[in-house]
């Protein structure tokens, strides 16, 4: 099994630039969530989703939109990206609370 | 709300030493689940322990012990002999019974494993 797949791992954007970051999960969870991680602040959610086609803010949403129209895939979007964007983001999956898998993370730099 | 606290951001010490990374909850809800993860230099988030918030019993894993203490709303990790791979960022992480299933993590401490 695969687990949780992120696309891309790496990318540079130039600011004003759109992206779509892909996550794919192979393990039939609900919940599905979008982190950031940035130096000295830990891991803060920026939007997640309890089931297909249903999406909510997280703790640092602005800047980002999200989709989950298949139970498999969320994408994170940004529609026009900032300096402030640059993070690592990943990705998880969970049944509820009772087991987080993890991707292996996007490294992403906006010049 | 929610909250974890991770007091110590960098921790030195020499290989063979013992090391206790402290762990610091806030949480309204009586069912939670609260959690340890480790990230090496290479990035990945690696699970290392899951306690529900019923289950006050220590648990020891090898080298690795968690100490929960509901009392005093703590969940402390200690690395006992430790060893240069174990160089890593450690975070704790807490989710609400209530909630949709949310992680909530702390900003971490970076052990640093010396030879």
């Known amino acids: ?111 | 709300a929610q909250k974890v606290t991770q007091a110590q951001t960098e921790i030195s010490v020499v290989e063979k030493e013992d090391v206790t990374l402290d762990c610091v909850y806030e949480t309204r809800d009586t069912t939670y689940y609260l959690f340890w993860y480790k990230q090496p230099p290479s990035g990945e988030l690696v699970f290392l322990i899951r306690r529900n918030s019923f289950d006050e019993q220590n648990e020891i894993s090898g080298r690795y012990s968690w100490n929960f203490q509901k009392s005093t709303s703590s969940f402390n990790f200690t690395i006992t002999a430790s060893q240069v791979v174990d160089s890593a960022v450690y975070f704790c992480a807490l989710s609400e019974g209530g909630s949709q299933g949310n992680l909530i993590f702390g900003k971490g401490t970076k052990l640093s494993v010396k030879p």
């Open chain 1, 1 to 111: 099994n695969a687990g949780v797949t992120q696309t891309p791992k790496f990318r540079v954007l130039k600011t004003g630039q759109s992206m779509t970051l892909l996550c794919a999960q192979d393990m039939n969870h609900e919940y599905m969530y979008w982190y950031r991680q940035d130096p000295g602040m830990g891991l803060r959610l920026i939007h997640y989703s309890v089931g297909e086609g249903t999406t909510a803010k997280g703790e640092v949403p602005d800047g980002y939109n999200v989709s989950r129209l298949k139970k498999q895939n969320f994408l994170l979007g940004l529609e026009s990206a900032a300096p402030s964007q640059t993070s690592v983001y990943f990705c998880a999956s969970s049944m509820r609370r009772y087991g987080y898998t993890f991707g292996s993370g996007t490294r992403l730099t906006v010049v």
